[in-house]
């Protein structure tokens, strides 16, 4: 559900090895940690989802709009947030 979420908008991730855990590219088009941080706030206060900066984590610390996502939750709560995930999409990208 989440994977066929993030192929559709070609979001980039990098695959878990181990853990709960995802990195996801979600701010792909953010350039400063300005405008990564304004994603954030945006992706909380109008899509409802509060994700982890990918800056705090190893692997994806030097490369901006990262998020580490966890996808450890029950399915209508994961459905819920890919609806909320595919509305915020189609307004923002």
Known sequence: MLASFL????????????????AAKLAKKTRTGEEENAFWREL????GIKVAPGRAFNGVEKDGGW????FAVRE???QEVVGKLEEFYGGSG
């Not at 192929?7 to 995802?22: A, K, N, Q, S």
């Not at 909380?44 to 899509?47: A, M, N, P, Y």
């Open 76 to 78: 209508e709560v994961m």
């Open 44 to 47: 909380e206060g109008r899509g």
């Open 67 to 70: 998020a580490r996502v966890n």
């Open 7 to 22: 192929r559709r908008h070609d979001i980039e991730i990098v695959v878990p090895t181990h853990g709960p855990f995802l």
